[in-house]
């Protein structure tokens, strides 16, 4: 992902410029995170008229992601958490890139009882596709959101 000219600074986060439809922040690798990218998340899709049903999906995906990639990640090499997402048509794809861990992110078996473990799983569930790209010495862990419902009514 190309970086763009004229960013902002928000707070701890670069936040770039948005584009017609995509949006990049890069947050410092801390347990504040999550709280932060959520935020900024919701506000930037609620203003672009995205569905209240696809907001909460990206906004539980993107905090599980996001806490995924500081409890068992390196940071990026300056320190941060990229946070990129793009809206087309009402569906929403997020991408977190992080500094890449001992293990490539997978689900934990359903087996798992502990306090923990089913971030994946809820992300597994929530879109309709989602995927892990290993970028040598990084993670990106990415999720497409929203379009066709795939909900059924009786």
Request: net charge positive; hydrophobic share 35%.
């Amino acid at each position: 992902m190309a970086s763009t000219q004229g960013e902002r600074s928000h707070g701890n986060s670069d936040v770039l410029p948005p584009t017609t439809d995509k949006r990049t922040v890069r947050i410092p690798w801390a347990p504040s995170a999550a709280p932060k990218i959520r935020r900024a998340l919701v506000e930037d899709l609620s203003g672009r008229g995205v569905s209240d049903d696809v907001i909460s999906e990206a906004e539980i995906v993107v905090s599980e992601l996001v806490a995924n990639a500081v409890r068992h990640a390196r940071p990026l090499s300056d320190g941060a958490i990229r946070v990129h997402w793009k809206v087309k048509n009402n569906v929403v794809e997020v991408e977190v890139t992080d500094g890449g861990g001992e293990t490539t992110p997978r689900p934990s078996p359903r087996t798992t009882w502990g306090p923990s473990g089913r971030g994946l799983r809820i992300v597994r569930s929530l879109a309709h596709e989602w995927g892990v790209v290993d970028e040598g010495g990084g993670h990106t862990v990415w999720a497409s959101l929203g379009g066709p419902s795939r909900r059924r009514t009786h």
